[in-house]
């Protein structure tokens, strides 16, 4: 069985500095890569017990993500298992279900558990408990969303820039009504892109009033659709609508369906956060598409700087728009240049 000597010599670095790079403390990028790649090649597993009782750590992390059962948060606690245990780590996730209590009470076991720190994509606005994390000392990093009067690091996506496109892609598409459902409602998450998207339909002459937006408790398939039906039923309604939430964008295409209307013909559809299979629907949809994969590994990184002692930053990382024909077919630009004496292909 490999020993943490062996990891060393193959990576051609000492004992000390294997530690450091199983237990967080990372050093220079290419000694780290070193080490994990011999650590792989020789299959070495550090003796957790040992390592606790050295260093007071249990090499466990925890992470409460908002609702396992939405594809983003799916993919995004693969991506924070994957990185943490490349870098050794052991990761024991509780599923929030959007409940703040149900939080609460995983945050509550996994602190019981002795985690060496806590990633929590928060349900609703936050609670007491998260609080009580920073007060205890806990190492606590905050994920996709952030929470007023928790002082924590967040690691996040910044949607402006892509609801910017957004905006301008339906104006070029001659969408003049178009709409919102939000949720969660009232949270930070949910306001920031609905006042991300007012501004930029203001800067290409469109206007989100109030009764074009739908805010909903419920951030899945059945609030998106009881949204929508609301929304239909208006006097005017909307020749566009954004879901800020793949889960909701389901709820409200079944019932633009089940009213025999058609997107995008009748209604174009755009959703906050892609999911793979959305590009094979009929019409594949738009989507506002977070770096997943990045925000996952930022958030461990960011994480074990904590355990180390260390005060990073936030993070926060683009989002981007992707184009598809459930806004419609961009209108025809100009016939591209051609050289005299070429021929069509």
């Known amino acids: 069985m490999a020993t943490i000597k062996d990891v060393a010599e193959r990576a051609g670095v000492s004992v000390a500095t294997v530690s450091r790079v199983l237990n967080g403390i990372s050093p220079v990028a290419e000694t780290r890569a070193r080490v994990l790649a011999a650590v792989e090649q020789l299959g070495y597993r550090p003796n957790s017990v040992a390592r606790a009782l050295r260093t007071a750590r249990t090499g466990t992390l925890g992470l409460v993500i ?19 245990r490349t870098l050794g780590y052991t990761l024991v996730i509780g599923n929030a279900g959007e409940s703040t209590r149900q939080q609460d009470e995983y945050i509550g076991t996994l602190l019981d558990r002795r985690i060496d720190g806590l990633l929590v994509s928060s349900a609703g606005t936050g609670s007491p408990m998260l609080r009580e994390v920073v007060a205890a000392g806990t190492p606590l990093v905050l994920l996709d969303r952030a929470v007023p009067g928790v002082a924590a690091p967040c690691v996040r996506a910044d949607g402006a820039a892509a609801l910017g ?17 939000v949720a969660p409602a009232g949270t930070p998450t949910g ?34 659709r009881q949204v929508m039906s609301a929304l239909l039923d208006q006097p005017e309604p909307p020749d566009a609508v954004l879901a800020t939430d793949n889960l909701m964008a389901l709820g409200a295409l079944d019932e633009i369906r089940a009213r025999g209307l058609r997107v995008p013909e ?29 925000l996952g590994r930022a958030a461990v990184r960011v994480l074990l700087e904590r355990i180390a002692g260390g005060d990073p930053d936030s993070v926060v990382l683009p989002a981007r728009l992707l184009p598809r024909r459930s806004c419609g077919e961009a209108p025809p630009g100009p016939a591209p240049h051609r050289p005299a004496g070429s021929r069509l292909p």
Request: hydrophobic letters at 40%.
């Open 266 to 294: 009748d209604v174009a559809l755009v959703c906050y956060d892609d999911v793979p299979w959305f590009a094979h629907l009929d019409p594949p949809l738009t989507a506002i598409s977070q770096p997943t994969a990045e």
């Open 191 to 224: 306001d920031t892109r609905l006042r991300q998207f007012r501004r930029a339909l203001t800067r290409h002459g469109l206007s989100l009033p109030d009764e074009r937006v739908g805010a909903t408790p419920d951030p899945r398939h059945t609030g998106g």
């Open 66 to 84: 908002g609702d396992l059962t939405n594809p983003f948060f799916t993919e995004l606690a693969n991506a924070v298992e994957d990185a943490a």
């Open 165 to 181: 496109e957004l905006a301008a892609h339906l104006a070029a598409l001659g969408r003049r009504r178009p709409a919102v459902i």
